[in-house]
């Protein structure tokens, strides 16, 4: 994801992690009035459980975001 919403500015990015056992794609958001970018959720396929979890860190994302996040997610992440 690479898009304006409103006052920001969102990007993603893929993060896996083979020893803790998962792989994300986490979202940035970066204010026009803050000029920094901010880890703002993240989707997670979790080995261990087999499936996707919705994570948010200490905010609130507006709901077509959030969906096109675990699309993304989806499309991009490997399963085994």
């Known amino acids: 994801m690479d898009r304006d919403y409103a006052d920001s500015h969102y990007t993603t990015r893929r993060v896996d992690d083979n020893k803790a ?3 994300a ?3 940035y958001r970066n204010r026009r009035s803050e000029n920094a970018n901010v880890r703002v959720a993240r989707v997670v396929f979790w ?3 087999g499936d996707f979890f919705l994570e948010t860190f200490n905010t609130d994302i507006p709901a077509k975001l ?3 996040l675990i699309s993304e997610a989806r499309k991009t992440i490997k399963i085994r």
Do not use: I, M, Q, S
């Open 47 to 49: 080995d261990a459980c």
């Open 25 to 27: 794609v986490e979202l």
């Open 66 to 68: 959030a969906e096109d």
């Open 21 to 23: 056992g998962f792989a």
